[in-house]
Structure formats: C-alpha cells, structure tokens
C-alpha cells in the first residue's frame, strides 16, 4: 500500500533530521580516530603523508560541524529539507572518498601489524556509519563502499593468499554490513510510520472524545433546557386552569344573570389563553421533533407581506402605531406558509413591544438573497439579552407571566422555523430607539416580476 505525498515527505524530512541528530557523533568519531590512527603510524609513513591526510579528515569535521549548526539553525520545514537532504549525501560521499584513499595512502606494504591497524579501522568506521547513517540510506552506501572498496585494493595487489583472504573478507564484511543496514534502515523507517500513525490515532481520538464531550454538554444543555421549558409551560399553564376553577366555584354561589354572563366571558378568555398556550406548545414540539417538513417553492413577497400588513394594521392602529409593507417585486425560494408564519411572528412582537412610532416590513436585495427586514421603534434590546429572547418563554418585560403581554414562545418559534428552512435571522437593536429583525432567504429564480426592487425604511418616531 503506496503512502500518501504529505506522509511521503514528513516521513524522508524525519529520515534527514535523524541522520542531522547523529551527526555529532560521526564528525567526533571522526576527528579521534583519524588523529589516533595518524599518532599510530608516525613511523610507519612518512608525515607529509600523514599530515595531508589529516588535514583534508579535519577540513571535512570542520564542514560537518558548521553543516550540522546550520541546520540546526534553520530547523528546516518537511518542504524545505530536501536540500539538506543532499548536504548530507554530498558530506557522506566526501567522506568515504577521505577514507578510501586514507586506506591506499597508509598502506604500509610489507607492515602486517600497520595493515591490520588500518583495516580494523575500516572496519570500526563502516560499523560505526551503518548506526550514524543508517536513516538515511543513500548517505551510508555514499561513504561505505568508497571507503571499504578503496582499501580493499591495496590487499588484492600483495597477491599472496593471506593478503587476498584479507580483501575478500573486507568484501563479505561490505556485503553483510550492506544488508544489515538495509534492515536496519526499513526498521527506523517503519518506527517513524508509525510514530506519524500514532499521532493521528491520538489526533483522531482526541477529537472523538471532544465530541463525545460537547454531545454529552449539549445533551445537558438539552435536558436542562426542556426542564426549564416545562417548567414554565407547566407555570403558564396553572394560571388559567387556576382561574377556571375560581370561576366555575363562583358559578355555584347565588349569582345574578349579569354576573353570570361576565364570568361566562372570563371562562371563555381563560379557555382562549389555554388553546393559544396549546398550539404554541404543539408548534415547538413538532419542530423540536422534525415532523414538519418544509416545501420549498417560488415565493412572491409582495402578496406574502401585504397578507401580514392587512391582519395586524388594526391592532397597531388601536395602538396609535403605523404599519407599512414596502411593495416589492422580489421572488425568493422557500417554504410559504412557514416564512409567512415567521413574518407574523416577528410583526407581531413589534407591535406588542412598540408604543409610539411605526413599524416598516420591507426587504433589501444582497448577493443570491434577500433580506426581510422588520423595523419598529420600540423600546429596543440590550445587547446582552440578544442571545436570551430566542429561549423559550423569556420576556424581557413580563416577570409577573401576564397572558395578556405574549407568551413568550414566538421568538423561539422563529429561531427554530428559520434553522428548519436554512434561513439567517440577524437582530441589531438600539435600547430606546427601536429593533431590526431580518431574515435571509435566497433570492428566487429570474421572471417577469424583473429584478429585485425594494428598500426598507426605519420608521420614524411621532
């Protein structure tokens, strides 16, 4: 199974950074065993020899150290380390070349004890770079088989048969390390695999038990929050069942026909409040439960927004409040009868919350939508209840619970009918001065009631 790209790369940038941490241990390594070896054969070659060779041993320690702070420096990213990637080959491969000829340079012929002082060297060198360099396979094979080969030649021309055994024994030890360190090499890069896997693994879990957490929160949340909406239904409730029982007691006493009818009256508004609270119950239920499912049609506004206008301009008249619908030619794509109930909805809180002044229905065009916005210059709402006047049953103005003042389910029928139809609904309100509701929906298909053309005014005060 091919590993993707991204994990391609972090896997060869990891390679490089391994072989970059073991770098010190090469360079140091170097620089003792070259200068003990040189100390060793002082009388065997002669020292222009040896001093040369050292020279160019340090001026590659040299190299490699400033090559190592560099890098360290930079702490390159995985994009970036192919380069120093090739450094380090570059580095490995001038090395084996140091080392190969070190082994023609101080070959002592005739001096069994310098050649075996050479090719155990080679040999402590070559096990030494299968560890150092091992991550980074390319970067041994460039020092190994220069250095290892190169001083196998001087064995093979003595020609004799313990010269030749040695050179072909220096060949099993190149082939044997070769294949150790290819194993090597896979092993470390399996471990890295798997270190990127593990980190995923704990990526993904952490993110398993972060959800788990917030559903677990939001199904808190949930539950407190159904507790507190029955709470207060079973609050508004009492008051009229309440009421009904004072009044069919008081039917029971000596009552005159006139007192009668009146409590007749009162029974029939208690009944009225109970069926209202009801259906505004049964209406957030049946949202909450996704029984209603919207049909999302063509919708003309004008139609929709003069039906709303022409059902409450009497109790806003009553008021002494105007009411007026922008006309408009603007289609938008939704469900009719649950944007006109959010209409409602929203015009109905106006006018229940405005005391003097207006309210404006219109809409605005903007990019693939249209924003229907209801204007009123009520008493307005602070900014930090803005969140609050979605939740059930809350009424900024209404602690006392009176029927007669909303029941405080309209907003939250709003926020749910909107997240049902995919639509915004955005507030901005100025305490004192008035509120905007606005609701986006997208904007309908072109026809012949033409473009889009409606404005909404903020409504003046009288």
């Not at 030494?128 to 360099?133: E, L, Q, T």
């Not at 639509?423 to 986006?440: A, D, N, W």
């Amino acid at each position: 199974m091919s590993v993707p790209t991204s994990r391609a790369l972090l896997i060869a940038a990891e390679q490089v950074r391994t072989q970059y941490r073991n770098m010190p241990t090469a360079f140091i390594s170097n620089a003792v065993v070259s200068l003990i070896l040189c100390f060793a054969l002082r009388e065997a070659v002669p020292l222009p020899r040896l001093g040369w060779w050292l020279c160019a041993a340090y001026a590659w320690v040299l190299g490699r150290f400033l090559l190592w702070r560099a890098f360290k420096r930079a702490d390159p990213p995985a994009s970036d380390i192919a380069v120093w990637g090739a450094y380090g080959l570059a580095g490995s491969a001038l090395n084996g070349i140091i080392w190969g000829l070190g082994g023609l340079i101080l070959y002592v012929p005739g001096n069994l004890s310098s050649q075996f002082l050479l090719l155990i060297v080679q040999f402590g060198m070559g096990s030494g770079a299968a560890y150092a360099s091992a991550s980074a396979l390319p970067s041994f094979l460039a020092y190994f088989y220069p250095s290892l080969l190169l001083s196998a030649v001087p064995f093979f021309m003595e020609g004799d048969s313990v010269h030749v055994s040695l050179g072909i024994m220096l060949l099993l030890f190149v082939a044997a390390t070769t294949h150790f360190t290819i194993g090597v090499s896979r092993t470390i890069v399996d471990a890295i695999k798997l270190r990127f896997e593990n980190i995923n693994l704990i990526g993904e879990l952490r993110g398993q038990t972060t959800a788990a957490e917030s559903a677990r929160q939001a199904a808190e949340e949930a539950n407190i929050g159904k507790s507190r909406f029955l709470a207060a239904a079973s609050h508004d409730l009492r008051q009229p069942l309440h009421a009904l029982g004072f009044f069919v007691d008081a039917l029971r006493g000596h009552t005159s026909p006139e007192e009668r009818t009146q409590i007749a009256r009162n029974i029939r508004r208690s009944v009225d409040t109970m069926e209202e609270l009801f259906n505004a119950l049964l209406d957030v239920s049946r949202l909450d439960a996704g029984i209603v499912e919207p049909h999302v049609v063509t919708v003309p506004l004008a139609p929709l927004l003069e039906r709303v206008r022409f059902e409450f301009e009497p109790f806003a008249r009553q008021k002494g409040l105007s009411l007026r619908a922008k006309n408009t030619r603007a289609l938008v794509r939704s469900d009719p009868a649950l944007l006109e109930r959010v209409i409602r909805n929203l015009v109905a809180n106006a006018v229940r919350y405005t005391d003097r002044g207006g309210i404006v229905i219109g809409c605005r065009p903007r990019a693939g939508a249209i924003r229907i916005e209801v204007w009123d210059s009520g008493r307005g709402i602070p900014p930090d209840k803005h969140h609050e006047i979605f939740q059930e049953f809350y009424q900024l103005e209404n602690p006392e619970r009176d029927r007669h003042k909303g029941l405080g389910l309209g907003l939250a029928i709003i926020e749910r009918l909107t997240r049902l139809l995919d639509h915004r609904i955005e507030l901005r309100s100025t305490v004192g001065k008035g509120s905007m509701f606005c609701v986006t929906v997208p904007r309908g298909p072109p026809g012949g009631s033409g473009v889009p053309s409606c404005e909404a005014d903020s409504p003046k005060r009288k």
